[in-house]
């Protein structure tokens, strides 16, 4: 769908000002440090235009680099390169994107025992690139969409009745599942969930203190649940929210709010 929207017919502009029979060498270079990430789809993208393409790789999904570093290097038709050369940045921009900044609230809980996940706050069409990215940024994947895992928000809690209520109807659900959690906003309803011991609690929006409290309900109570904080979570504040002792923190910020990572391709 990239190529076809942005190809579609041909690349009109290089057909008229580019000889069929030319041939070039271009790279494409950072322009900034982070996390790479979107190399083998680049690749993809070079051989789906044209399988005939020279493309050699320097850096590996995964791989930390500074600004100005050569990650590929491709040789063929100039028109080929060319017509590849935005769907490729788009993708390996985004990607890259995600990874570096996945990465910066990684290194900032660093020592605590949280990891961070991903949501469900991603482009139409790109949650499992998207969820990818935050991997090879060293993020931890939340569940992949609605179908494999129950996750009970405040719309859900509202139309069954109760938090305790909607916890004994997704019981029966259980073995669709990969987990049950379900979301808290306050106390009472931690109070509420615990007896029912669902897989996770996400304390949504709560304050430090809040948290440090619910926290010490859980490992009070031995109860064997994990503990995921999410809500205006930001690179100021997330080292706080690790050191109160939950297991998870979630930011939607890695997905919908990270920077495009700024590569160049050169034709030499």
């Known amino acids: ?90 993708f390996l921009s985004r990607l890259s994107g995600i990874a570096t900044e996945t990465r910066t609230y990684v290194d900032m809980i660093k020592g605590t025992i949280a990891c961070i996940c991903d949501t469900r706050k991603t482009i139409p069409g790109w949650r499992k690139l998207d969820k990818y990215a935050v991997a090879i940024g060293g993020g931890t994947n939340h569940r992949i969409g609605l179908w494999d895992a129950i996750l009970i928000k405040e719309n859900h809690i509202n139309a069954a009745g109760s938090v305790s209520k909607a916890l004994e109807k997704a019981k029966q659900f259980a073995a669709r599942a990969a987990f049950i959690q379900i979301e808290i906003t306050d106390i009472q309803q931690l109070e509420e969930a615990l007896p029912l011991e669902p897989d996770m609690v996400l304390l949504d929006n709560m304050s430090i203190d809040t948290i440090i409290k619910a926290v010490e309900m859980c490992k009070k109570n031995n109860y064997n649940i994990l503990i995921e904080a999410s809500g205006n979570v930001n690179i100021e504040n997330v080292r706080g929210i690790a050191m109160t002792g939950v297991d998870r923190i979630s930011v939607g910020a890695i997905t919908h709010s990270a920077k495009n990572f700024d590569f160049t391709l050169l034709i030499e």
């Open 1 to 90: 769908m990239a190529l076809l929207e942005d190809v579609k017919s041909g690349d009109i502009t290089s057909q008229a000002t580019i000889p069929d029979d030319s041939v070039s060498r271009a790279i494409i270079k950072t322009k900034q440090a982070g996390v790479i990430c979107g190399v083998d789809i680049a690749l993809h993208v070079f051989f789906e235009i044209d399988p005939t393409l020279s493309v050699i790789t320097a850096i590996c999904d995964g791989q930390i680099v500074d600004s100005g570093v050569v990650i590929m290097t491709v040789e063929g038709k100039t028109r080929s390169i060319l017509m590849a050369e935005r769907t490729v940045l788009n």
